[in-house]
């Protein structure tokens, strides 16, 4: 299996791997409660040799990316639901992934904030040319997806659809 041409199962440092080549987005966003917003995103270039400045920095540059340059200093108890997630948006972005995972990256927000979070994934993907595979039960998600595939029993079980090259989604 190979990733941005790169053979995964020889890896000699798979962690290296994961933290430079793979951003993650999860369902539920996994901030840590008694570290700011900035301090979260930051979490992730730890040990990437960038300095304190320099990563404090970036994290505030994403922050403002995901529209939340006002909250760099809010702890995730003080963000609502859509805030955290685009918090962890935010954080898979950090090291400049080239495949962003996300595994039902709106599932635990409304209507409104799973809609913004979709467009801030698509802008990701149109301005960093980031590939993304997201996984979920929402239509809402397949509708904006680049590429639609089906799963049963870990099978494909229909063919796969592609959006028209027009309008790719987040898993274009």
């Known amino acids: 299996m190979r990733v941005d041409d ?21 369902q539920l966003h996994y901030l840590l409660p008694h570290l700011t917003a900035s301090d979260n995103v930051e979490l992730a ?3 990437t ?6 990563r404090a920095d970036r994290a505030r540059e994403l ?21 955290r997630q685009r918090v962890a948006v ?14 039902e990256p709106t599932g ?13 994934m698509e802008a990701v993907r149109e301005r960093r040319g980031t590939t993304m595979l997201v996984v979920s039960y929402d239509p809402a998600v397949a ?10 029993d870990g099978r494909l079980t229909a063919p796969a659809r592609t959006a028209p090259a027009s309008r790719p989604g987040p898993g274009g």
Not at 90 to 103: I, K, V
Request: aromatic share 4%; net charge positive.
């Open 63 to 83: 922050l403002g990316e995901v529209g939340l340059g006002h909250r760099t200093g809010a702890r995730p108890s003080e963000l609502s639901g859509g805030e």
């Open 6 to 26: 790169i053979s995964v199962p020889g890896l000699r440092h798979p962690s290296r791997f994961r933290r430079d080549v793979i951003g993650f987005v999860f």
């Open 143 to 152: 509708e904006r997806a680049g590429r639609e595939l089906h799963l049963t």
């Open 49 to 54: 040799g960038r300095s304190h400045a320099e």
């Open 90 to 103: 935010a954080r898979s972005l950090a090291n400049e992934p080239r495949l962003l995972l996300a595994d």
């Open 108 to 120: 635990a927000l409304d209507t409104v904030a799973g809609a913004r979070v979709l467009d801030l």
């Open 45 to 47: 270039m730890i040990g």
